[in-house]
C-alpha cells in the first residue's frame, strides 16, 4: 500500500498502516472477501466442535444419558457452552488471520495495523470512548422511548435491585471474566477486518472502497440479529454496519488499529457487563452463567420472543454511528489539509 504517514497522519510520529509488498498482495477483491468468510467458517466450525465436545463430555459424565438434553440449551450449561464457544472461536478466527498474514503473505504485523509507540495508550483512550459511546446510545434510546410514550418490555426495574451484593467481592468476578472475553472478541475482530481485510482490500482499490466493503461484510457476518425480525433486524443490521464504518475511519484516521480495537472492546464490554450487572442484581439466587446467556442472547437479538416490533430506539445505533464516521471523516480531512 502507498500511503505515508504524510499522506495519512495519524498521532505525531506514527506512520499508517505499513505498506504491503507487491509480492504478499492478493488478486481481485473479492479473494480478500472469500478468505475472510473461509476464516469466518473455519472459527465458526471451531466453535461448533466446542460445543459437541461439552455435550459429549456432559453425555459421559452423566453415565451415557441425560435425564433432560433440553437443559442443555439453557441455564448455567448454555452460558458455560456459550463462553468456551467464543472462545474458540475467536481464539482460532485471529490465530488463522495472524498466521496467514505472516506465513502465507510473508508480511509483518505492521501491515495490519499492529503494533507501534503509543498502541497501548491508544487503546485505553478508544477503550474509554467506546463505553461513553454505549452509556451514550442507551440514554438516546431511553429518551426516544419517553418521546413516544412506550418503554420497552425487557427495562429493568432499577429500584427493585439487590444493591446489597454491590459489597461481595466475588459479584465481580463474573463480570471480569466477562470483560475479559469481549475484549479479545473485539480486538480479534478489529485485527481481521480493520486490520487484515481493510489493509488488504486498499492495497488493491483504495482506501474509500476497502472501508465501504469492510463495514457492509462486518455488517453481514452478523446477520444472526435478523432473528429479530426482517424489518427490526435489517435496521439493527444497518447499525451494526454503521459502526463498521465509524471503526473503519478511525483506523484510517489513526493509521492503526489500536484506537479503534480499544472503542470496539469498550462498547461490547459496557453492553455485556452492564446488563449481566443488572440481571445477578435483580436475580440474586439465579446462577451467573445462565444469566449471561439470558444477556447475550438479548443484546444479539437471539433471545427474543417473536419479532420485534419497529420503534424510534432501533434507529438509534444506526443514526449515531452514521454521525460518528461522517464527524470523523470531516476531522481527518481537515487534518490532512
Known amino acids: 500500500m502507498s500511503t505515508t504517514a504524510e499522506d495519512n497522519p495519524g498521532w505525531p510520529g506514527e506512520p499508517a498502516y505499513a505498506p504491503i509488498p ?12 472469500l478468505v475472510q468468510i473461509l476464516f469466518f467458517g ?23 444419558e441425560l435425564d433432560d438434553p433440553a437443559a442443555l440449551m439453557q441455564g448455567p450449561f448454555m452460558g458455560k457452552m ?18 496467514w498474514t505472516r ?15 503509543g498502541w497501548t495508550l491508544r487503546y485505553v483512550f478508544g477503550f474509554i470512548g467506546g463505553v461513553v459511546i ?15 410514550g412506550s418503554t420497552p418490555a425487557d427495562m429493568p426495574d432499577l429500584e427493585n435491585l439487590d444493591y446489597s451484593r454491590l459489597g461481595q467481592p466475588l459479584l465481580f468476578v463474573p463480570l471480569l471474566i466477562v470483560a475479559g472475553l469481549f475484549m479479545f472478541q473485539a480486538t480479534v475482530e478489529e485485527v481481521t477486518f480493520r486490520g487484515w481485510m481493510m489493509s488488504s482490500l486498499a492495497a488493491r482499490g483504495g482506501m474509500m472502497p476497502a472501508i465501504l466493503i469492510n463495514s457492509i461484510v462486518f455488517g453481514l457476518l452478523h446477520a444472526h440479529v435478523l432473528a429479530m425480525g426482517i424489518a427490526s433486524g435489517s435496521i439493527a443490521l444497518g447499525g451494526i454496519a454503521a459502526t463498521g464504518l465509524f471503526l473503519s475511519v478511525l483506523a484510517w484516521k489513526e493509521g492503526s488499529i489500536a484506537g479503534a480495537s480499544g472503542v470496539h472492546s469498550g462498547f461490547n464490554v459496557a453492553i455485556l457487563t452492564s446488563g449481566l450487572a443488572v440481571a445477578m442484581l435483580s436475580q440474586p439466587d439465579d446462577d451467573w452463567l445462565g ?5 447475550l442472547n438479548n443484546s444479539t437479538g437471539m433471545g427474543e420472543d417473536g419479532a420485534v416490533p419497529v420503534t424510534p430506539e432501533l434507529f438509534t445505533q444506526l443514526a449515531v454511528m452514521l454521525t460518528l464516521a461522517v464527524v470523523a471523516a470531516i476531522l481527518m480531512r481537515r487534518k490532512r489539509r
Open 82 to 99: 456459550l463462553l468456551f464457544a467464543l472462545l474458540g472461536q475467536f481464539t482460532v478466527w485471529g490465530g488463522i488471520t495472524l498466521i
Open 22 to 33: 507487491a509480492q504478499s498482495k492478493l488478486g481481485p477483491a473479492w479473494a480478500t472477501i
Open 42 to 64: 473455519l472459527a465458526a466450525l471451531a466453535s461448533i466442535l466446542v460445543v459437541i465436545a461439552m455435550v459429549v463430555a456432559a453425555m459421559v459424565s452423566s453415565g451415557g
Open 291 to 295: 444469566l449471561f446467556a439470558e444477556v
Open 103 to 117: 506465513f502465507r503473505e510473508k508480511r509483518n504485523f505492521a501491515t495490519i495495523g499492529l503494533g507501534g509507540p
Open 134 to 148: 454505549a452509556f451514550s446510545l442507551g440514554l438516546v434510546a431511553f429518551a426516544l422511548t419517553e418521546l413516544a
